[in-house]
């Protein structure tokens, strides 16, 4: 029901942080899962991470637990990625989705996705 938009990428040094925001165009999927998800160049697309509709349900690919957190601004539908302690390999176009379905976040079907913004983290 909303167009998903993704802001705050950059270039950053190792160890440095962002903060990616997810806002959408319009009425906020605020009854659906939202999932960050990134690109880099030669491979496949993956799951970094995902929350709820509640904002209580989360998930964190490996790489990415006890750096990454994800939030979501209850009021607006918002969602953050707090990205901290950023790494090389953190380097790619970074997506948000809405998901819907049931079970594990990490397998919801997601769609409507936003453009992307670009991290880029240098060593």
């Known amino acids: 029901q909303a167009q998903l938009v993704e802001s705050g990428g950059g270039l950053v040094q190792s160890g440095d942080s962002l903060r990616l925001s997810c806002a959408s165009s319009?009425?906020?999927?605020?009854?659906?899962?939202i999932g960050w998800f990134r690109q880099a160049p030669g491979k496949e697309r993956e799951i970094v991470s995902a929350i709820g509709w509640t904002g209580v349900m989360t998930y964190y690919v490996d790489s990415a637990k006890g750096r990454f957190t994800i939030s979501r601004d209850i009021a607006n539908g918002t969602v953050y990625l707090q990205m901290s302690s950023l790494k090389p390999e953190d380097t790619a176009v970074y997506y948000c989705?809405?998901?819907?379905?049931?079970?594990?976040?990490?397998?919801?079907?997601?769609?409507?996705w936003g453009p992307g913004t670009q991290v880029t983290v240098s060593s």
């Open positions: 989705a809405a998901g819907s379905g049931l079970g594990p976040l990490e397998r919801r079907r997601f769609g409507s």
């Open positions: 319009g009425r906020p999927f605020t009854s659906y899962a």
